[in-house]
């Protein structure tokens, strides 16, 4: 597990004394040529197969293609506020055959964290969805709304969604405070680290990162240096992907991604291919300004233009 940070920091690669280090530019492939050189393949869901006006083009053929080759793969995502069935059910509802199965979500990950922390029979708050609640409870944990009387033992924060916003962030934050004061500081989950999310043409939203980060601040500001911090369960955290490439059976795995920081940052951070899709949020010149910085974490192995070409 990893300490939240700025994604204005590189996860990992040393930029610092590396300018005279030549980077590797990218090779540029088509998918099919990417998934033929690995034993397994990790996929992206946001910005790779879907975006908010549904399947991206070629997201269907492309998991079909690893289907009819029998090649182990899976979806990789921060998304935490869908149980494996339903992101599942969703991807299928546009075409693309993804079964449960084949679902990594950052929100699988709480069930393992809060149970390593022996928080079966405790009291926990989630942020987030139903089914975000719902990997709480199935480890034991009593899931509890925040309050300052008697604080929980853990806060996951999973999701922006599914509940009352400013609202809930007060009576959180207070209740941390109360908890830190009486010398029981909760454990700090954050399933999803992303902040923000393209939802339509020119239109972002926040993410559930930004709350842990408005969060922090405010810790950090009434506590000092001894505010609780977050742990990170989702990408770049290699808790997610050492997660994922256990469940494929092989290191020798490709990240299909769309962002930097995360999906090609956190394959590198543990040693994995990674494939940078232009068909989300990231750019060429992104890419290229990460070669000149010489920032070699967060320059993919390959950069695929989009998923297999449609008729
Ligand atoms: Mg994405």
């Known amino acids: 597990m990893s300490e939240l940070l700025p994604t204005s920091l590189p996860l990992s690669g040393s930029a610092s004394g590396a300018a005279a280090e030549a980077v590797r ?3 540029h492939l088509p998918f099919e040529d990417v998934a033929e050189r690995h034993e397994a393949v990790l996929f992206d869901a946001y910005g790779v197969l879907v975006d908010a006006s549904g399947a991206l083009p070629g997201a269907a053929e492309a998991v079909q293609y690893l289907l009819d080759r029998d090649r182990p793969f899976l979806v990789v995502t921060n998304d935490a506020s869908r149980s494996p069935a339903r992101a599942s059910a969703r991807l299928m509802r546009l075409g693309i055959p993804v079964s449960p199965e084949h679902v990594m979500s ?3 990950l709480i069930g393992p964290a809060l149970s390593a922390l022996g928080m079966a029979g405790e009291s926990v708050v989630v942020l ?4 975000s609640a719902q990997y ?4 034991g944990a009593v899931v509890v709304a925040p309050s300052v009387q008697t604080p929980a033992r853990a806060v996951v924060i999973a999701d922006e969604g599914g509940f009352d916003g400013l609202d809930s962030m007060d009576e959180l934050l207070s209740m941390i405070l109360a908890a830190c004061e009486a010398g029981r500081p909760p454990h700090l989950l954050l399933a999803n680290p992303d902040l923000v999310y393209p939802a339509s043409a020119g239109r ?3 993410t559930a990162g930004s709350l842990a980060h408005m969060l922090e601040r405010a810790l950090h500001l009434l506590l000092g240096d001894s505010a609780p911090r977050f742990t990170v ?3 770049p955290a290699a808790l997610h992907f050492d997660t994922a490439l256990r469940r494929v059976g092989t290191r020798d795995a490709v990240m299909l991604g ?7 940052a956190g394959a590198a951070g543990v040693g994995i291919a990674s494939a940078l899709l232009l068909t989300g949020v990231t750019t060429q010149a992104h890419v290229d300004a990460a070669v000149t910085r010489g920032d070699g974490g967060q320059v993919p192995t390959y950069v695929v233009r989009g998923l297999i070409k449609t008729a």
């Open 204 to 206: 972002f939203g926040f």
């Open 136 to 139: 709480a409870r199935d480890m």
């Open 106 to 108: 950052s929100g699988m």
């Open 233 to 235: 369960l989702g990408k």
């Open 258 to 264: 769309d962002t930097l920081h995360t999906d090609i």
């Open 25 to 27: 530019r990218p090779l």
């Open 128 to 131: 987030g969805t139903g089914d």
